[in-house]
């Protein structure tokens, strides 16, 4: 069965540092987005991505953050520079075209990010 | 932002039982609802969905029922298996929202006992 892939599963960093995550979502897929989960906290949204731009984000996403799609396979979320409260785990996900289809996500297993 | 409600955190059921689940929602907007399924280290997995025109969806073991009046639904589970033991997460997305952006409820733990 399809699936999304990220990596890296685990990443720890310091303060201030930026990180990349990455994501591989399922191929035929056109819409992708970025949600995180806070310990404790509910799955929220982050950013949601078509046709090679965002199109929607929530407040949470902001100048800090940035996605990009730099060929026809990744997805990736660029945090520029990591803040404690920023320590959660991000699931990228994908989903196809027609109106239920685009709502239902695939997401990938996660990248736990720990900022120190 | 409480939008998305599941006001259970757990849930213990037997085996061969059924298990139902129960979610709140605010936001009179939402037009789409679905269940997910996560386990631990991993991503949620979605499990069934039902659009605001409909009242019930089904698809195996699993019953969605939706009750826009109480702006509420419910997952029911029967027979529950031991592998059905997860977090489950109600999601809700709006006809205004983009495709793909769901609230979120803050999940219910199941645990089916042998």
């Known amino acids: 069965e399809p699936e999304v892939t990220q990596t890296p599963s685990h990443q720890v960093t310091q303060m201030g540092q930026e990180v990349i995550l990455r994501c591989v979502p399922i191929?035929?897929?056109?819409?992708f987005y970025w949600y995180r989960q806070i310990l404790g906290q509910k799955v929220e949204f982050l950013v949601s991505f078509y046709n090679n731009e965002i199109s929607e984000k929530s407040e949470i996403f902001d100048d800090q953050f940035s996605v990009e799609r730099p060929d026809g396979s990744n997805f990736t979320l660029k945090i520029r520079s990591t803040k404690l409260e920023d320590s959660a785990m991000y699931f990228c996900?994908?989903?196809?075209?027609?109106?239920?289809?685009?709502?239902?996500?695939?997401f990938g297993a996660g990248s736990r990010l720990t900022v120190l | 932002d409480q939008q998305v409600k599941q006001n259970s955190p757990s849930l213990s059921v037997q085996e061969g039982r059924i298990s139902i689940l129960n979610c709140d929602y605010t936001?009179?907007?939402?037009?789409?609802f679905l269940w997910y399924k996560k386990y631990p280290a991993e991503g949620p997995t979605f499990l069934i969905s039902?659009?605001?025109?409909?009242d019930k969806n089904e698809d195996g073991r699993f019953t969605v029922f939706l009750n826009k009046s109480a702006k509420h639904l419910s997952l029911h589970i029967v027979p529950s298996q031991p592998g059905d033991s997860a977090v489950y997460f109600c999601a809700a997305s709006g006809a205004t929202d983009s495709w793909g952006k769901l609230q979120f409820g803050a999940g219910t733990q199941v645990v089916v006992t042998p």
């Open positions: 996900a994908s989903s196809g075209t027609g109106a239920s289809g685009a709502n239902v996500l695939t």
């Open positions: 039902i659009s605001s025109i409909k």
């Open positions: 191929s035929n897929h056109l819409y």
């Open positions: 936001n009179s907007m939402f037009d789409y």
